[in-house]
């Protein structure tokens, strides 16, 4: 098999809290799409120095140090390539464009993921999505209606997060009743909400999805609008590649370490997470027996952060 061509993109983030992003230009693979700046690396060159280099050639800034976000794998056609995201905070100069292609400075939620080159696409997910995913206990009861409501505000009062509606015992419309009421602070405080399965109350609600296993097995396409977030449930290899064909936005991969909700799965130890998330080609949270603590644990074996039950639900 050929060897991935490797090119670094630089998500240079200023003050304000926007990204640059820069238009591929007239006569060029994927022309009209934005994408954010870099470029192919040389024989020998290390991935700093070529970031570098390749910002100083096409904005004319001279970049501070780097820190890796994402690391996309991707093909178009017959050609592969590791497209390896770096967040740049610092650097000299004023970003202008010296190859012809057009420039636009955006917050990361304003942009439009179906405007970008697909491998970009992950990249802006990595930069919106939180380091933890709180799912809601399974053992909620649809008569406490009011007391879940009351917990899930003070949750989402916390911020910093993805919040799930997993409530296997409830009424599909007692959930999407929780989430209607949810709906005003949760947008107000940039705590995405995502319902377990249910894509129509998704649809309806203009909320996410997380899709189950058996979802995901048989869709042949990305089930909502690319404005709602799409999370695919995974245990292996392959259901990573078939979210990453869908389009989904992220994964939650399981189970990483021994879990009591599912106590006869083999787990999958932090060794083999990493070896799945780095061939993943879309932002990966670390699923079953870890807590929120465990996020460095997680992103130092290239996932997006922790998802989970036990452990993130102590009452702030």
């Known amino acids: 098999m050929d060897v991935p061509m490797h090119v670094m993109a630089g998500v240079l983030c200023d003050g304000a809290g926007r990204v640059l992003l820069a238009q591929r230009p007239p006569g060029k693979h994927?022309?009209?799409?934005?994408?954010?700046?870099?470029?192919?690396?040389?024989?020998?060159?290390?991935?700093?120095?070529?970031?570098?280099r390749e910002l100083h050639e096409e904005l004319g800034i001279d970049a501070g140090p780097g820190t890796p976000l994402i690391r996309v794998p991707w093909r178009y056609g017959e050609r592969g390539l590791l497209l390896d995201a770096w967040k740049i905070a610092h650097w000299r100069g004023?970003?202008?464009?010296?190859?012809?292609?057009?420039?636009q400075w955006a917050r990361p939620e304003q942009v439009d993921p179906a405007l970008l080159?697909?491998?970009?696409?992950?990249?802006?997910?990595?930069?919106?999505?939180?380091?933890?995913?709180?799912?809601?206990?399974?053992?909620?009861?649809?008569?406490?209606?009011?007391?879940?409501?009351?917990r899930l505000r003070r949750r989402i009062a916390q911020g910093g997060m993805l919040l799930q509606l997993r409530l296997p015992t409830w009424s599909r419309q007692a959930v999407r009743d929780l989430a209607a009421a949810l709906l005003p602070e949760s947008r107000r405080l940039g705590v995405p909400l995502l319902l377990n399965a249910d894509v129509e109350g998704a649809r309806q609600l203009g909320t996410g999805v997380q899709l189950k296993r058996s979802q995901l097995s048989l869709l042949a396409e990305r089930p909502l609008p690319w404005r709602q977030l799409v999370g695919a449930s995974c245990h292996d290899a392959a259901e990573l590649a078939h979210a990453v064909r869908l389009g989904a936005d992220f994964a939650a991969l399981s189970p990483v370490l021994a879990t009591a909700s599912?106590?006869?799965?083999?787990?999958?130890?932090?060794?083999?997470?990493?070896?799945?998330?780095?061939?993943?080609?879309?932002?990966?949270?670390?699923?079953g027996g870890v807590a929120a603590a465990d996020v460095s644990r997680a992103c130092e074996a290239g996932g997006q952060g922790v998802a989970g039950i036990r452990g993130f639900w102590g009452e702030p």
Request: glycine content about 6%; proline content about 12%.
């Open 262 to 287: 599912h106590p006869d799965a083999v787990p999958l130890d932090w060794r083999a997470f990493q070896a799945l998330a780095e061939a993943a080609a879309l932002p990966v949270y670390a699923l």
């Open 117 to 150: 080159a697909p491998a970009d696409r992950p990249i802006l997910q990595a930069l919106r999505l939180p380091r933890h995913y709180a799912v809601t206990p399974a053992d909620w009861r649809e008569a406490e209606f009011p007391e879940a409501l009351a």
């Open 30 to 52: 994927l022309a009209g799409l934005w994408e954010f700046p870099g470029g192919k690396t040389e024989p020998g060159e290390s991935p700093q120095a070529a970031l570098a």
């Open 94 to 103: 004023e970003a202008r464009s010296l190859e012809g292609q057009a420039l």
